[in-house]
């Protein structure tokens, strides 16, 4: 399996939390019912194009895994963390959860109906991530979605931007370049959505979804 040099090290600090992480965010869309009526939007897609499977890229210990799976989708998810994996596994016994890459997915070329990313390229390099983006094009199908979330940066001036995120090093994207990199790979950004913060969130910055379809 082919891995971008930053894995092994963000590898090692998820194993190291993911006990603490699958405890404080397990409920964690309870309160984020903008992000639910994506999902629930994203999967009505996939089910209308084919109703392929569905990855979960960076699925953690599973729990969006499980409520794509709920919403009526054969999903699946892949994590670089093998205690993620784990734990996903021990939570969700009826479903599918593997060790992977996002740079080198172990999916036959144009297998799946849709892609989620939640958060998940938010670790990779900006300089790595079209190589992320090539890889989903490769295995979604023709008409296949991906939604994409990542937290924005401060102006559309700046491309891509740090954050003092507690596990990793971590990187805001300015949403037109995103999806600039997406057409670039054939993924036609279809919609898109921004959720401002709280006055009470400890980051004070936009998160966005992408909803994006293969040609």
């Known amino acids: 399996m082919t891995e971008l040099p930053t894995l092994p090290a963000t590898r090692e600090a998820y194993d190291a939390i993911a ?19 994506l999902l629930s ?6 089910r209308a ?4 499977e569905v990855a979960d890229l960076g699925c953690g210990p599973g729990y969006v895994t499980a409520h794509l799976h ?22 969700n016994p009826g479903l ?20 989620l ?20 094009a490769r295995v979604l199908a023709p008409g296949g979605h991906l939604l994409i979330d990542f937290p924005a940066t401060d102006s559309p001036h700046h491309e ?10 971590a990187y805001r994207w300015s949403p037109d370049r995103l999806a600039a990199l997406l057409r670039d790979h054939g993924l036609a950004e279809a919609a898109r959505t921004v959720i401002e913060p709280k006055p009470t969130d400890k980051r004070q910055f936009q998160e966005v979804q992408l909803l994006a379809c293969k040609a």
């Open 160 to 169: 891509t931007q740090t954050y003092d995120h507690a596990v990793a090093t």
């Open 19 to 37: 006990p603490t992480y699958a405890q404080l965010f397990h409920d964690s869309l309870r309160d984020r019912p903008l992000e639910r009526a």
């Open 96 to 115: 599918r959860f593997e060790v992977g890459s996002m740079a080198a997915l172990d999916i036959e070329d144009g297998a799946l109906g849709g892609v």
């Open 117 to 136: 990313s939640r958060w998940s390229v938010i670790h990779t390099p900006p300089q790595d991530v079209p190589a992320v983006l090539a890889e989903i």
């Open 49 to 52: 194009h084919g109703d392929g």
């Open 70 to 91: 709920g919403l009526g989708l054969h999903a699946f998810g892949v994590d670089a963390s093998p205690m993620m994996v784990e734990l996903a596994r021990e939570a």
């Open 41 to 46: 939007a994203f999967a009505e897609l996939v």
